[in-house]
């Protein structure tokens, strides 16, 4: 049966304006609905540091726009390249999006193509996740339930989204009858952005304590767990939001699949394997405080990775618009992403 969902296709996270970006500020949702324009470069660089806009291939796009500003403002492109690259380290997208850019100002593109340049980056994006969209769900038995981490819908991308595009995807095929959404301790993108994206399209699902993963497999309403990735290495290994390791054991253990789905722009045939990324490690008080109350006795400290590397053994199939690889490894990954 086919179920009708509100258009999710209307939220743009990231919006060029011709002279500014417009970007919606997910530091305050679902609170607020606000927006916030950049109108250089190192404002853009501040806002993907500051998570107003987060998601690996929203920060590539963003970062795209970034350039086209400070070419509009006459600055100098390898240091703008630099502090763009340095915004976060571990979504590949970003690095591969300035590197796309940066070829072009090598060829002597000028702001009018480097526009072009920048709409196609987020053309793609989209086209991509619909792409994956069809392919993810086809994976999924009828009537199965889902589980997924992190924020990887619109907000995170051009729109539709990655492995939330799947579950889109798989809701309106009618493959996928219950979903479930883990907080996403500590910036809580899964509560916080997830089901406001969820709740918008009419989609019903159930948020769970990250804690709650287990008991929630153990108790058979999951076949498939469903995450995006950050960086995807040579072998298969992935780099995700910090918690996607523990869920891959746990699914492991219970029978349940597990499913990545990114585009091809995530994927880094540079980086040999997982131990190989770096992992972002965020300001110990996002774990301290919660929505600005601090929660922990003053004078104690904490370890905040963001990221954490799921080994491609641990994975059942790796969604790209370019196809689907089921048990990946080095030769799966290589077959589909042959070297340049
Ligand atoms: C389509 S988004 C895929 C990943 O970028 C997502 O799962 C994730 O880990 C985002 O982390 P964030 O720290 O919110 O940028």
């Known amino acids: 049966m086919m179920t009708a969902i509100a258009d999710h296709d209307s939220i743009?996270?990231?919006?060029?304006?011709?002279?500014?970006?417009?970007?919606?500020?997910?530091?305050?949702?679902?609170?607020?609905?606000?927006?916030?324009?950049?109108?250089?470069?190192?404002?853009?660089?501040?806002?993907?540091?500051?998570?107003?806009?987060?998601?690996a291939p929203a920060?590539?796009?963003?970062?795209?726009?970034?350039?086209?500003l400070a070419a509009q403002a006459g600055e100098d492109m390898p240091s703008v390249l630099r502090d763009l690259r340095a915004a976060r380290p571990t979504a590949v997208n970003?690095?591969?999006?300035?590197?796309?850019?940066?070829t072009c100002i090598e060829a002597g593109a000028d702001v009018q193509a480097l526009t072009r340049e920048a709409q196609a980056i987020q053309d793609e994006d989209m086209?991509?996740?619909?792409?994956?969209?069809?392919?993810?769900?086809?994976?999924?038995?009828?009537?199965?339930?889902?589980?997924?981490?992190?924020n990887t819908g619109s907000l995170?991308?051009?729109?539709?989204?990655?492995?939330?595009?799947?579950?889109?995807?798989?809701?309106?095929?009618?493959?996928?009858?219950?979903?479930?959404?883990g907080e996403t301790r500590p910036w809580l993108q899964g509560a916080r952005l997830t089901m406001w994206e969820l709740v918008r399209d009419g989609i019903p699902a159930k948020l769970i304590a990250d804690s709650a993963a287990a008991h929630l497999m153990r108790g058979g309403q999951v076949q498939w767990v469903i995450i995006g990735a950050d960086r995807i290495a040579a072998n298969g290994d992935v780099a995700n939001k910090i918690g996607s390791y523990a869920l891959a054991i746990a699914a492991r253990h219970h029978g349940v699949k597990f499913m990545v789905?990114?585009?091809?722009?995530?994927?880094?045939?540079?980086?040999?394997?997982?131990?190989?990324?770096?992992?972002?490690?965020?300001?110990?008080?996002?774990?301290?405080?919660?929505?600005?109350?601090?929660?922990?006795?003053?004078?104690?400290?904490?370890?905040?990775?963001?990221?954490?590397?799921?080994?491609?053994?641990?994975?059942?199939?790796?969604?790209?618009?370019?196809?689907?690889?089921?048990?990946?490894?080095?030769?799966?990954?290589?077959?589909m992403f042959p070297a340049p």
């Open 261 to 335: 789905v990114a585009p091809s722009t995530t994927v880094d045939m540079a980086t040999a394997r997982g131990e190989d990324i770096e992992i972002e490690l965020r300001d110990p008080k996002e774990l301290l405080a919660i929505a600005g109350v601090r929660t922990v006795v003053d004078g104690a400290s904490a370890w905040n990775p963001v990221f954490d590397v799921t080994p491609a053994s641990l994975i059942d199939a790796i969604v790209t618009e370019c196809g689907v690889i089921e048990r990946p490894d080095t030769e799966g990954m290589r077959a």
């Open 12 to 55: 743009r996270a990231v919006q060029w304006c011709g002279d500014c970006l417009r970007l919606l500020d997910q530091r305050r949702l679902p609170a607020e609905e606000s927006w916030l324009e950049c109108r250089s470069a190192q404002h853009v660089r501040d806002a993907i540091a500051d998570l107003v806009v987060r998601g």
């Open 127 to 150: 086209a991509a996740n619909h792409r994956m969209g069809k392919l993810g769900s086809a994976l999924i038995d009828r009537s199965s339930g889902v589980l997924t981490h992190c």
């Open 94 to 102: 970003l690095m591969w999006a300035l590197d796309r850019m940066g």
């Open 156 to 181: 995170a991308t051009s729109g539709f989204g990655t492995a939330l595009g799947v579950i889109r995807a798989g809701v309106a095929a009618g493959r996928i009858e219950r979903v479930f959404a």
């Open 59 to 68: 920060i590539g796009i963003a970062a795209a726009w970034g350039v086209v």
